[in-house]
């Protein structure tokens, strides 16, 4: 551990937690977490017997062994195509590389449920846990690429020229420096890809791979066992809590990788050389899979044509309410993840980290249970007020896609130097303001970073939108789902193209922020000379 | 372009809680609220014709059945559901048994045979299905399929057999076997048909058609509705299935109802009483006999418009609502058989 940050930590420990700041993140948190309550609630009141006998039967074994081994596989294999896509898109001379940026984050914003649809219109028989493995990593991989890309490219490239000026091989710079600069990073959206992997429903049910979320569905739609459904979300809840444990302990080791953003210089593209076109086709590959085959499924079965014995429905005022659904998510999540992630970053001690991670576990917390939570809330406490409204749809999705936003908030206030505010402080500027001048510009582009995340999952939830929905509007997802359950592919099919094209605007977003990253940094003046290279590397 | 982007931002975050408000002080005319388990296919011409007739507007929430039972029983006093309209009658016994439901009028509940209502009055019958199998014509022949349901368990059916065992249609058929040859026997039998089916165990009926009529399995047990459906969707011409019944009385052989109830927490009883009459009249079921539901009409004297094997010379075994009851036998012996 370095000096610098030995004095950092210091220098935390003795600030008091500033008041309003903790409230709002206390009070953003109690809210984030109702769903939880609900659980405990309903786990209490079927009674241990019942809870016994449903807990400990062999087929809950047969699901944590599903969900687990399936959640092992898509992890490690989404960190392996996350990492490599994000170092050959941001530290290479790839062809096409700005294009792939763009590419290899649009299939986020595909349904998972739609991309299981897509494999099964080409391959009829496809299911089980290989198929459940595919369609997973190519639906939830740009998770790990997002931040990643976002780290290799905000990374102090002297790191690696020192490295090597010491006489470490390409290998072994690549593997320590480079790696472990993109450790923290590549750890995170490793979770993010976890929790989403565990409340997962339509893809699965699709493919027939039974996990503890189909399950769930199950008593619910079939056994009218609420109480159940309930007690196994505490299972996949504390298989959340485990998986948040494992990452906090990674964390807190590589916490040091700080940089002065500005005086950073760009990292020189490694050469790929005869490499290069092996790459392309890989990168080529990547997209065709992820991409290229729920699209081109989509578009087949609208070019195929049929008919639906259900009634037409209105495209236009589904794409409309879609969008403003994941429009104002978008800003009240973000806008709700700022005063956790400014805290998280600036008063980093053990309780204010507790806190932010317990957000994390909504991730892990299926749909339809956190939009029963909210028709258990509003009736207990609301007498049903707000009730199927769109407030309530928007702070649901909001609350589910939390922790995405506070992730990609939390990622830009670590970049943004505390140095700078301290500055203006001195300089007489009042603490209002720094916020406003100094600290939202600097995070700005992470703001609109957690605002594209959260449109984009908004954009394609289902099972909370059918509890929640207000009564005669429908969106994109829903409809889709009436047409697709009752077989009307062909019917179905636009809404799923749709909601990819949308799903490209955010896809660009991202792309764009993070093409722009060092520059704007740059451009705001960073006065600041970087650290000491001793303080980058993590320890 | 920042200035553009917030304004934009906040201009849809307005429209977004506008609507809110505009949804929440509604028109003055009068409106239903109705939670439809049923298909959409079913219940759009009702609704539409009933609005014409009556001026009073109905709001159709549809998603899972039993998703929309457990959201009822969660909304508890305060749910804006007034009618609860569902594809098979344990939802409605379920809500029933809870205390939810609010008696039909007798006038209603005499539209339909009273076998196919409520035992107590809950709940009114609207509509019926039958449960079949579906076969490959080009994998199987006619005379080549079981004559019962039982005979699915022999190893001569091992991966050739599709159901959709999750599937609230599939539970009468287990209730139907437990009723006849124990619980023990069912158990064995789900277990056997489990491994019969492998792969072939599909998330719903839709899926388990349109796999068999592709060939992708040769044989597969669904509600006769769905197959009028895949041709009305694919063509005649892509149609390579057809049904088949079991045996007269056979376990297999069951009749389904589907059926809608009032919520007591309705605040609109006499509007709610209004439209199940109107579902249950002769002319509510005419047109359903004449929609893309394909399911039979039960009043007499209505018969559906396909050409298929009359409501009243169907054979089915003679198990009631009331022994089909909310269903709670079938899905434990469905969870020990790790189906569900």
Redesign the interface.
Known sequence: MSATGAVRRHHAGRRPLPLLLTSVAVLVSLVVLLPLVFLVVQAVQVGWAQLHALLFRGLTATLIWNTVSLLVVVTALCAVLGTSSAWFVERTDLPYRRLFAILVVIPLGIPDFVVSFGWRAIFPGIGGFWAAVLVMTLAVYPLVFLPVAASLRSADPAQEEVARSLGLGRLRTFWTVTVGQARSAIFGGCILVGLVVLAEFGAFEILGYQTLTTEIYNEFQVGFNEPAACALSLILVLLGAMLLASEGSVRGRGRVSRVGAGAASRARPARLGRGSPLVLAGMALLVVLALGVPVGAIVYLIVQGGNSTLPPASLFAATANTFGYSVAAGVVATMAALPIALLSVRFSRRRVMTLERSNMLVLAVPGLVIALSFTYVTEHLLQGDFYQTNPLMVLTYAIMFFPLAVVAVRAAVARSPVGLEEVAMSLGVRRRSVLSRVTLPLIGSGLAAAFALVFLETATELTATLVLHPTNVQTLATQFWAFESNGSYSQAAPYALVMVLIAAVPGYILGRWFDRQPERAAGAGVPLAAPAPGTLVAA | M?RALTGC?AA??G???L??CA??SGGGGESL?VYSGQ???TT?SLVTAFEKQTGISV??????E??L???I????????ADVYYTENSP?LQ?LASKGLLAGVDSSTLANTPSRFNSPDGKWVGVSARVSVMIYNTSLLKADQLPSSAMDLAEPQWKGKVAIAG???DF?PIVTSIARTHGEAEALRWLEAVKANAG?H????N??V???VN?G?VALGIINQYYWY??R????ESAMHSAIAYFAPRDVGYVVDVSGAGILKSSTHQATAQRFLAFLTSQQGQRILAHS??FEYPIASGVTTAQPETRFDQLQPNDITVAELG?GAEA?RL??EA?L?
């Open positions: 920042r931002v849809s975050l429209a977004v809680l609507t809110g949804q929440g609220t298909h959409v296919q759009e709001n159709l929430r549809s998603d899972d039993d998703v039972a457990d959201q029983v969660t909304e508890g006093s305060h749910s804006p939802p379920y999750s599937e609230t539970q792969g165990d599909y998330p719903d839709e899926t058609t349109s796999q592709s992708q459906r895949e009305a969707q694919v063509g893309d539901s909310t899905i469905l969870q790790q569900l």
